[in-house]
T-cell receptor, first 112, second 108 residues
């Protein structure tokens, strides 16, 4: 079993839809959770960063972490064509370690 | 002002050549990384340096050698390039991890 599982999609939604992106993980040592957005031919861009269970909101984006279920989600409200990208979850075990373990990424297309 | 910058952005070279990719960060971070992204877009860590000291060295051919002259710079030198080395290489610094724009290496 891979440490981080992420459905690669592709996921196609109409503009304005709510998007739900998910990752599961097996390593209980993971303490910090991140979501990155990667446009084609660009570097990953950090969107959200959280370390506790619960929700964290930033504009149209909400990151949700459930450590008991080893499950994290990213919700995008009122999705826009400019949200079309690959979304990668990443996790770090903490305790002085900054080695990110990535999911494989979900390719999202928002159709106008 | 770019936080993590890599050069070159594109690199096309023949098999057997030696090449280097440079990375610089102006964020004051202590930790820098090299990641490789394959054709399926999977990001895999290669190396990590903390304050110029190597702390992570994943299973990477020893043709790949990182060098950190100071904590703001982490360069990647690749000897005897092979076709399978073709990928996008990303430099990053943390915490949390900010990435450069990538170097697309094509070995022909």
């Amino acid at each position: 079993q891979k440490e981080v599982e992420q459905d690669p999609g592709p996921l196609s939604v109409p503009e304005g839809a709510i998007v739900s992106l998910n990752c599961t993980y097996s390593n209980s040592a993971f303490q910090y959770f991140m979501w990155y957005r990667q446009y084609s031919r660009k570097g990953p861009e950090l969107l959200m960063y959280t370390y506790s269970s619960g929700n964290k909101e930033d504009g149209r984006f909400t990151a949700q972490v459930d450590k008991s279920s080893k499950y994290i989600s990213l919700f995008i409200r009122d999705s826009q064509p400019s949200d079309s990208a690959t979304y990668l979850c990443a996790m770090v075990s903490g305790a002085g370690s900054y080695q990110l373990t990535f999911g494989k990424g979900t390719k999202l297309s928002v159709i106008p | 002002d770019t936080a993590v910058s890599q050069t070159p952005k594109y690199l096309v070279t023949q098999m057997g050549n030696d090449k280097s990719i440079k990375c610089e960060q102006n964020l004051g971070h202590d930790t820098m990384y090299w990641y490789k992204q394959d054709s399926k877009k999977f990001l895999k860590i290669m190396f990590s340096y903390n304050n110029k000291e190597l702390i992570i060295n994943e299973t990477v051919p020893n043709r790949f050698s990182p060098k950190s002259p100071d904590k703001a710079h982490l360069n990647l030198h690749i000897n005897s390039l092979e076709l399978g080395d073709s990928a996008v290489y990303f430099c990053a610094s943390s915490p949390p991890a900010f990435f450069g724009q990538g170097t697309r290496l094509t070995v022909v």
